[in-house]
């Protein structure tokens, strides 16, 4: 049993108590002296408290407090033949705390204790042995279902964290990649419209420079809200206001930039998702090519939508670092791939399934 559940099991333990009304009706019917009253309270008091340390400690630990009850009922029943309650305590515990065949020896032996009481001198009530019986047994098997119950409840506590866990480890994940991708693309954006400024304040063209500033910080102030934003899930402007951007850093960048085919037109979180893969293409270009040409080209299938990002640069090999990788797992998860060709400049494909509603 977790702590939180024993909390909630000793808030409600209480409520069990209710069959201790078997012990005390024959004390307020028969006529008992006081010290005998007394005998039975104290002890029905420590049996309370061993009652509650049950549900205190856990299961490993309840074999001293179940016998402290097993002997407290052992005590009274010469006095109280509604000792019989008590005895269905110790049953409980005994069915909760221990395996299928501990738990039946203790209440087998619970019953032949009962038995020798019976049919000894200890108790004077000729039904002392049927209704214990009924008791111990009926009672006896509900701690063996409450068992099973907090087992259930443990497995699926432990399912629910680790899928809360696994959930957190995916958020970290998709918050890392969309940082990586957002904060990649918007710095080089950065770096180059800076370049760009100091160059033109170089040449004196302080209007140019002046225009190229506003832009840089109209750059870092969308950066500063995509980086917010990022953290409950990145939001955009749609596909197409995405391309313009693009074409226009590609442009700042020195690259004849042309966008051919028709954009996907796709649901949400496939688009926020396509739209940060492309950026991080992009990125790529504007940082490591060399050539001075780019092509963004849409095609589909019947079944696939296909989506290339071709630059001009001398290119031989590709090294899958972060971004690459990054983007290979984001279509993943879409149920796509990607595929990269160095024949000529450089060639990532993207191919993303279309949904069945989207087939014809």
Known sequence: MS???RVREQKHAWIYLFNLGFYILPMVLFPYQVWEIAVMVAALLVFIGLYYCCYSVPRQQMLWPIL??????CAVTPLNPGSIALFSYAGFFVGFAYNWRVALAAVAGIILTLATFHFGPGTSWDLF?????VIVGTVSIF???????QQHAEEQERDAEEIERLATSVERERIARDLHDILGHTLSSIILKSDLAKAQLSKQRYDEASEQLVELSEIARESLSQVRQSVSGYKHGGLQLELRRLEQRLTDGGFSTRITGTPPIIDERRETSLVLAITELVT???RHSNGQQCLIHFDETANTYCIKVVDNGRCHDV???NGLSGVELRI???GGSMSISTNKGCEVAL???KLAEQQP
């Open 3 to 5: 702590d939180k559940q």
């Open 68 to 73: 402290g009850m097993y002997i407290i009922a």
């Open 129 to 133: 042995l049927p209704y214990g019986i």
């Open 143 to 149: 701690g063996r279902v409450e068992r099973l119950r």
């Open 284 to 286: 790529n270009i504007i």
């Open 319 to 321: 090294s899958v670092g």
């Open 332 to 334: 993943q998860e879409l």
């Open 351 to 353: 191919f993303l399934p």
